[in-house]
Structures are given as C-alpha cells and as structure tokens.
C-alpha cells in the first residue's frame, strides 16, 4: 500500500516513489498522497496492471481532470480504456472499474464511511487481499464489500450512528463480514 499518509516529500524523494511505483512488478494499492504526487507531475500512465488506484472524487479529479464533466460510471471507463490499472473509485456505490471488462458496483457501505481513515482501512484491506495472492479486481471488488458490509454491521447492530462511524468500528466488524461473505448471508 503506497500514499496514506507521506504527506510532502522532497524532489528527490518524490522521483524516487514515482520510479518505485513505475518499475515495481509487486501488485500495490495506490492511494492518496501517492495518487495526488502522480497528478502533480502528470504521470498517470506509471499505473500497471497489477495497482489499484484507490481515489476518492477529489484525488480522481486531479488524476483525470479531462473527466471531470463525466459522469462517475463514464470517467471511470474512460479512464481505465487508457490505463491498464484497476481502478476503484470510492463514494456512494463505489465503482470497480479494468480495462476490457464490465463495471462493478460494490453494494454495500453507509454515508457514515465518508470519515477520515475509512481510505485507509480500505487500502489496507485491499493491500492484505493482494498479500494473499487475490487478483488486483478480485481484491479492490472484496475489499469494497467486506469494507462496506462491516460499516452496515456497526451501524444496523446499534453500535454506532452514520454520524459517529470510525475506521476503527469498521475494523471491528471485518471479520463478521468475512463470514457474511463466505455463507453469502448478506
């Protein structure tokens, strides 16, 4: 998982990342910082294959300004037909979109995930799904729901409010969601 959190980076450390994301075969999550330091220097075309772009709205309209008048479900095809990349792109349903293949729409989470730290949770999960071999579409789409899911358990056990909604809530609960997943019970 690269971005969440470098915050500024000097000239040298900055080439030194966008290098590392170019020439690196290991699959990643591109995230934050890391997304908005490749549309600071226009080089959106490092993505490969095997990286997830993780953008929320504001992090995907720097990194494709050109899409920025398109609808969410259209940038997110446009942007994928010229970038061999996976791209999620986070908000109210957010979207799983490849190269060549259909569009997914992750159905599960609640307003209350537009929280600081919910990207983050998000990257992480979906750098632990890569970790165990998971294909980069395969591991963004079940990080999504996994995601999303043990946000709809926090707020529908009464444990918490959209309002009060933490990154560390949602963690609390992936591992129900996980069984929910395995015995298809969502």
Known sequence: VVGCGLGELSQTEEAHLLHLIRDCGIPAVIDADALNLAAKHGAADLFQAHH???????????????????????????????????????????????????????????????????????????????????????????GAWLCGRAAEIAIHGNQQSEQSLTPGDVAQHLGRASLDWQRSTR
């Open 52 to 142: 997830v772009l993780t953008p929320h709205p504001g992090e995907f309209k720097r990194l494709a300004p050109e899409l920025a008048s398109d609808s969410r479900e259209v940038a997110a095809g446009k942007f994928v037909s010229s970038h061999p990349s996976v791209l999620l792109l986070k908000g109210a349903r957010t979207l799983i979109a490849q190269r060549d293949l259909p569009l997914w729409i992750n159905s599960t989470g609640n307003p209350g995930m537009a929280t600081g730290g919910q990207g983050d949770l998000l990257a992480g999960v979906i750098g632990a799904l890569l970790a165990g071999k998971l294909p980069p579409r395969e591991a963004a789409a079940l």
